[in-house]
């Protein structure tokens, strides 16, 4: 990984405080986060160590369901003990081996705008990145930071493309299949979950609105979102055959989000 491009690493705001329902069975209350990969290692720590891999070290985590737990873990990898972390309303803190995690509990059903504005008062004034907990990819980040200060706006994402999670067919008048492609590559976009935003985002959030499906459309018909296209890796923990997929890939290739640019 090459180091994130300024003098000044921003912060870095992950979202992983939702109940992740599409992944969990009925009897199962692990946070999503937590399960661990085939090194037993658990996800949210492979997403840590991909952005510690830049050379950034200040993390605001986002949490809600399972917030506890993900706090446990985290003061365990980082050998911190409970009498050595910083609290107020609504939030930990705490500082090893150069990397300060700050942990906001806005409770399971919090939306992701008012996570953000829970936030706020731990991310600055600066830019910052955004993100996922259960997300991993092999993407440069400095690309996503040149971009964003080349275009100015308010929200730069990275887009790329997935594969069809099925055979497609093409097919004439007839219905005689003229042609069968399994799981295609689709020539869609799709937003990848890697954002670097500007403060003035702050300025168009409310608690009671959606990000995805009204902040981002509004900031799109605004001209203040660009984007900048990621070809490579990039692994969704959406569902459980998600995380078997990764395992098959690991038990091949490693730890691919964690190789050089």
């Known amino acids: 990984m090459s180091a994130f491009p300024g003098t000044a690493p ?3 705001v992950l979202l992983c405080g939702g109940l992740g329902l599409r ?3 009925d009897d199962d209350d692990v946070p999503k986060p937590l399960r661990p990969l085939p090194d037993g290692r ?3 720590l492979h997403v840590l160590d991909y952005y510690r891999a830049f050379g950034l070290t200040d993390f605001v985590l986002c949490v809600g369901y399972g917030a506890e737990a993900v706090e446990d873990l985290l003061l365990h990898e980082f050998r911190v003990r409970s009498h050595d972390v910083r609290a107020g309303a609504g939030w930990h ?3 090893a081996g150069g990397t300060r995690v700050t942990l906001v509990d806005g409770g399971p059903w919090a939306g992701k705008c008012l996570r953000l504005l829970q ?3 731990h991310i600055g004034d600066g830019p910052f990145l955004l993100g996922y907990g259960d997300v ?3 993407f440069d980040l400095g690309a996503l930071a040149r971009r964003h200060r080349a275009a100015g706006g308010l929200l730069t994402l990275t887009a790329t493309r997935v594969r069809s999670r099925y055979g497609e067919l093409s097919v004439d008048a007839t219905m005689a299949v003229t042609g069968f492609e399994e799981k295609p590559l689709q020539p869609a976009l799709i937003s990848a979950g890697y954002f670097m935003c500007a403060p003035g985002l702050f300025d168009v959030l409310s608690p009671d ?5 009204q902040v981002i459309p509004l900031l799109v018909a605004r001209g203040a979102v660009h984007a900048v296209l990621h070809d490579g890796l990039w692994l969704p923990f ?3 055959k998600d995380f078997i997929d990764v395992e098959t890939l690991i038990h091949q290739k490693g730890c691919p989000w964690l190789q050089p640019i």
């Open 209 to 213: 609105i959606d990000l995805e499906q």
């Open 42 to 44: 658990a996800l949210l």
């Open 23 to 25: 992944q969990r069975a």
């Open 10 to 12: 921003p912060p870095v």
């Open 119 to 121: 936030a706020r008062e």
């Open 136 to 138: 991993l990819s092999d």
């Open 238 to 240: 959406d569902t459980y």
């Open 93 to 95: 803190r705490f500082e």
